[in-house]
């Protein structure tokens, strides 16, 4: 129960890459032109491979399975290039990138914003220290680094080994190594002593997998001194086929449509009801806010891959709640080779939401 608690705290957070080089790459990543790329390309150093050129195979190529293997994931149009920094990754060979860690990868076109503002809000303390628990390869660590400045120090949480090796290694590039740590642990038996942490984080995790939410959330208050804060966010709602508002409600109440909510799960586990795990585990000035991020057309490729990805993610398999009519008409606005493809709408526009939920630690 455990190991698949911390696969579904890294659900959102894990990317696992190939060989840039290989075919499975070109395959997968969607849109004009798009190509893994070591960061360091972009100092132009010599023979670097132009990413213009049919497949970057040069032997001066960087072996992925490095710990030093730099990426950027880069596409090529008519707007010249655009890219994503995900920054460094130690490419496991024999983790390739599959069907779902691509998926995931793309969300985080959408969600990466969303999540900044979050923190932003939650206004941490300069110089403070806190934890990040269930901080899968550590990108939203380094975000919450940067919020309580090079005084400050946070601790990346999570139960993968392999999510916190990339962890580590994106840290060592990022220049914030000083300011972050990370530990293997577990987040329902939390590996700190009492009042270890200024404040405590979890996003997409505490509250947002199957265990019962209000353990893991006095194990946060445990660790958290007096007067810190407690913050957990979890995607919430999204609004993506606009005009079609019974199908997407039908597809919404399917069972991946509902995930993490279960058939049978007790509504106030439902991770809306946050405020009341947060008042039975003794918190105080309890807030909550939701954040919307939205996209409307024209997209960009990077945007329309990610809700490529989103749209098979929440909905992408048979599901035996739909009607046939149901699927067929998923299929046909959901289906980037169908001539009715949503996406092609000169008027698209979408919207998701991420809520959080904090509260002060009182003992």
Request: with cysteine; net charge negative; hydrophobic share 40%.
């Given at each position: 129960?455990l190991?698949f608690?911390?696969v579904?705290?890294?659900?959102?957070?894990m990317?696992?890459w190939?060989?840039?080089?290989?075919?499975q790459?070109?395959?997968?990543?969607?849109g004009?032109i798009?190509?893994?790329l070591?960061?360091?390309?972009?100092?132009?150093?010599?023979?670097w491979?132009?990413?213009?050129?049919p497949?970057?195979?040069?032997?001066?190529?960087?072996?992925?399975?490095?710990?030093?293997a730099?990426y950027?994931?880069?596409?090529?149009?008519?707007?010249?290039?655009?890219g994503?920094q995900?920054?460094?990754m130690?490419?496991?060979?024999?983790?390739?990138?599959?069907?779902?860690a691509?998926?995931?990868?793309?969300?985080?076109?959408?969600?990466?914003?969303?999540?900044?503002?979050?923190?932003q809000?939650l206004?941490?303390?300069?110089?403070?220290?806190?934890?990040?628990?269930?901080?899968g390869?550590?990108s939203?660590t380094?975000?919450l680094a940067e919020?309580?400045?090079?005084?400050?120090?946070v601790?990346?949480?999570?139960l993968?080994f392999?999510?916190?090796?990339?962890?580590?290694e994106?840290?060592k590039?990022s220049?914030?190594?000083?300011q972050?740590?990370?530990q293997?642990?577990?987040?329902?038996?939390?590996?700190?002593?009492?009042?270890?942490?200024d404040?405590?984080w979890?996003v997409?995790?505490v509250?947002?997998?199957?265990?019962?939410?209000?353990?893991l959330?006095?194990e946060?208050?445990?660790?958290v001194?007096p007067?810190?804060n407690?913050?957990i966010?979890?995607?919430?709602?999204?609004?993506?086929?606009?005009?079609y508002?019974?199908?997407?409600?039908?597809?919404?109440?399917?069972?991946?449509?509902?995930a993490?909510?279960?058939?049978?799960?007790?509504?106030?586990?439902?991770?809306?009801?946050a405020?009341?795990w947060f008042?039975?585990?003794?918190?105080e000035?309890?807030?909550?806010?939701?954040?919307?991020?939205?996209v409307?057309a024209?997209?960009?490729n990077?945007?329309?891959?990610?809700?490529?990805s989103l749209?098979?993610m929440?909905?992408?398999k048979?599901q035996?709640?739909?009607?046939?009519?149901?699927w067929?008409?998923?299929?046909?606005?959901?289906?980037?080779?169908?001539p009715?493809?949503?996406?092609?709408?000169?008027?698209?526009?979408?919207?998701?939401?991420?809520?959080?939920?904090?509260?002060k630690v009182?003992k």
């Amino acid at each position: 129960m455990l190991v698949f608690f911390g696969v579904f705290c890294r659900f959102f957070n894990m990317l696992l890459w190939p060989d840039p080089r290989s075919s499975q790459v070109l395959q997968v990543l969607s849109g004009p032109i798009q190509v893994l790329l070591p960061r360091s390309y972009f100092s132009r150093s010599p023979g670097w491979p132009d990413p213009r050129s049919p497949g970057p195979r040069s032997a001066s190529w960087p072996d992925p399975r490095s710990s030093q293997a730099e990426y950027k994931l880069y596409q090529l149009d008519k707007t010249g290039y655009r890219g994503l920094q995900f920054g460094v990754m130690n490419v496991l060979h024999e983790h390739p990138l599959g069907p779902l860690a691509y998926k995931l990868c793309m969300s985080d076109f959408l969600r990466e914003p969303v999540i900044g503002s979050a923190i932003q809000v939650l206004e941490l303390p300069w110089g403070s220290s806190g934890l990040d628990a269930g901080c899968g390869i550590g990108s939203h660590t380094l975000l919450l680094a940067e919020a309580v400045g090079p005084a400050g120090h946070v601790i990346g949480l999570d139960l993968s080994f392999e999510s916190l090796v990339q962890a580590k290694e994106i840290t060592k590039k990022s220049g914030l190594s000083e300011q972050v740590s990370f530990q293997e642990g577990d987040v329902s038996n939390l590996p700190f002593d009492d009042d270890t942490f200024d404040w405590a984080w979890s996003v997409d995790c505490v509250g947002y997998a199957p265990l019962e939410p209000l353990p893991l959330v006095k194990e946060l208050a445990r660790v958290v001194r007096p007067d810190g804060n407690i913050a957990i966010l979890g995607w919430s709602s999204q609004q993506l086929l606009p005009g079609y508002p019974q199908l997407e409600a039908r597809l919404n109440a399917t069972s991946a449509g509902i995930a993490p909510f279960v058939k049978g799960k007790m509504p106030e586990l439902h991770f809306l009801h946050a405020l009341g795990w947060f008042k039975e585990a003794g918190l105080e000035e309890l807030n909550a806010h939701t954040f919307a991020g939205d996209v409307h057309a024209p997209l960009s490729n990077d945007i329309r891959s990610a809700l490529i990805s989103l749209f098979d993610m929440r909905w992408g398999k048979p599901q035996s709640e739909l009607s046939q009519e149901d699927w067929e008409e998923y299929q046909r606005l959901c289906q980037p080779e169908s001539p009715d493809f949503i996406l092609n709408l000169s008027d698209y526009y979408a919207f998701f939401t991420y809520s959080l939920f904090s509260g002060k630690v009182v003992k």
